[in-house]
């Protein structure tokens, strides 16, 4: 099997609809590009449960903010085609910006209030208004489908979700599992600036979730003392500068009196050039 590159709205909308009328359920893997394996997890799980695959790979303009790393945001179409085909991918939609938002600056947007107010949202103010936006986008013209988006952007994940049910998309979105390097890393396309040094450093992200885990299975209930434990761990890496790190709520990303039930816990840091993110679900009893 090739994969089909397409370029233009029109073309994925007839894909899908041809698709469609002939019995097949669209999966959809929504993607800026420069994939990797944890990427090929999410084609894989769409190959799995979907007659006809499709993924977008768009570096989208509307999520990045003036200081951010737009312009230099790895891109490579033809490694990226290589590996959609060898992982089941029928289609690729890789439309440039003026496909996506042929007026130029967009005068409507979609919010997502409420869980977008801390975390990432609040160290990037208006990314995901752009995310949201774009994802909202994508779901349109690909109609009725399953989309699917990986754990490692979790707060991404819990807002494309409320973004799909609200505005009633005819889309289930599935979460996937965050797919690691061998040291605990969670792959990221933004990995790539991560020079020698900087590498060797950055599993210390997944260290310090591994220690608010430990905490929370050692019977620590406060979020307090969990996040304490994290950011203990974290300062222990001198090249790695801490945005936040956080025990919440797994649902609704608030910080509870009391961790019960289904956690999350989630870190951001600075490594060198790379802003990196991660998180972990952890059960609390």
């Known amino acids: 099997m090739t994969v089909r590159l397409l370029r233009t709205i029109a073309e994925v909308r007839a894909a899908h609809d041809e ?29 799995a449960e979907c007659g006809s695959v499709t993924a977008t790979i768009f570096v989208n303009p509307l999520q990045f903010a003036a200081h951010e790393d737009l312009s230099t945001y790895p891109r490579d179409l033809e490694g990226d085609l290589a590996l959609a085909e060898a992982h089941g991918v029928d289609i690729v939609f890789a439309p440039d910006v003026e496909e ?49 988006f990986g754990e490692k952007d979790y707060q991404q994940l819990l807002v494309v979700s409320r973004m799909a049910h ?68 974290l300062a222990g890496e001198p090249r790695a500068t801490m945005d936040y790190v956080a025990a919440v709520d797994a649902r609704t990303l608030e910080r509870p009196a009391s961790m019960r039930g289904e956690v999350r816990l989630l870190v951001a840091a600075q490594v060198g050039p790379a802003r990196l993110i991660d998180n972990l679900g952890v059960h609390a009893d």
């Not at 959809?28 to 894989?44: E, I, Q, R």
């Not at 919010?111 to 752009?130: K, N, Q, W, Y």
């Not at 605990?184 to 599993?203: F, H, Q, T």
């Open 19 to 47: 698709a469609r009328h002939a019995g097949r359920t669209i999966g959809l893997v929504p993607t800026m590009g420069y994939l990797h394996a944890g990427h090929a997890s999410l084609m894989d799980a769409a190959r």
């Open 166 to 233: 609200d505005l009633s998309f005819p889309v289930t979105v599935v979460g996937c599992p965050t797919i690691r390097e061998a040291d605990g890393l969670a792959m990221s396309s933004r990995n790539v600036y991560l020079g020698p040094e900087d590498r060797a450093a950055a599993p210390a992200l997944k260290h310090c979730l591994d220690a608010g885990a430990a905490a929370i299975a050692a019977g620590e209930r406060s979020p307090d003392a969990i996040e304490a434990t994290m950011s203990s761990v």
């Open 100 to 148: 996506m938002y042929p007026s130029g600056p967009v005068l409507t947007t979609v919010s997502v209030r409420e869980i977008t107010a801390t975390l990432d949202g609040a160290s990037r103010p208006g990314h995901f208004d752009g995310v949201a936006t774009v994802v909202a986008k994508l779901f349109a013209i690909a109609g009725a489908c399953r989309a699917y």
